[in-house]
């Protein structure tokens, strides 16, 4: 059962590059989410996709696009990389019966 | 918009039991989690309460207040294992889709 997997797990970037993290998920779940946690905080969320073919912005969506290419995968795109866009990243997945979120194991974001 | 208050951090006993509190605001509720996160792992589910009362799944129960925007859960027989963070997190939004976390509650269990 791999569940809610995230690529990359670890990336430096340098300011002002560009990249994509990806996420898919075999659970057949409709809704799909990223959040980030920055050290000694809580997860906030950045975007969520109710279910495929929609978006819609969370807390912090400010720096970032989303695509939910289809029903399994739901990719986090940074285009001009921050050092504030520091930070470890969370790819979720969601039981529409339990409300559980299932997430992946993170991605390890260091912009310089 | 959706927020919620919880405790930052909470020290107790091994053996002991220990209740951490969860206040929220959010438009239209559908529901409130809880979350376990040791460090360096993802968070990790522990449970959710959709109507008034108290969940029990093992050592673990939560409970929910929706008249009052309050939830709590409640930790028996502490081990060390359960020195970690615990969260709670809204559902709300429209549809329910849109889900928010607190900031974390942080356990240390001692000896």
């Known amino acids: 059962n791999a569940g809610v997997t995230q690529t990359p797990k670890f990336q430096v970037l340098k300011t002002g590059q560009s990249m994509t993290l990806q996420c898919a998920q075999d659970m057949n779940h409709n809704s799909m989410y990223w959040y980030r946690q920055d050290p000694g905080m809580g997860l906030r969320l950045i975007y969520y996709?109710?279910?495929?073919?929609?978006?819609d912005k969370g807390e912090v969506p400010n720096g970032y696009n989303v695509s939910r290419l289809n029903k399994r995968e739901f990719s986090l795109r940074l285009e001009s990389a921050a050092p504030s866009q520091t930070s470890v990243y969370f790819c979720?997945?969601?039981?529409?019966?339990?409300?559980?979120?299932?997430f992946g194991e993170g991605s390890r974001l260091t912009v310089l | 918009g959706q927020s919620l208050e919880q405790p930052s951090e909470v020290t107790a006993v091994e053996g002991a039991i220990v209740q951490i509190n969860c206040t929220y605001q959010?438009?239209?509720?559908?529901?409130l989690s809880w979350y376990q996160q040791h460090d360096g792992g993802a968070p990790t589910f522990l449970s959710y309460n959709a109507l008034d009362g108290l969940e029990e799944t093992g050592r673990f129960s939560s409970f929910l207040s929706r008249s009052d925007s309050y939830g709590y859960l409640l930790l028996q027989e502490l081990q060390m294992k359960d020195s970690a963070s615990y969260f709670c997190?809204?559902?709300?939004?429209?549809?329910?889709?849109?889900?928010?976390f607190g900031a974390g509650t942080r356990l240390f269990v001692k000896a």
């Open positions: 959010t438009s239209g509720f559908y529901g």
């Open positions: 979720a997945s969601r039981d529409r019966n339990t409300g559980e979120l299932f």
């Open positions: 996709s109710a279910s495929e073919g929609t978006t």
């Open positions: 997190a809204v559902r709300g939004g429209t549809g329910g889709f849109k889900t928010i």
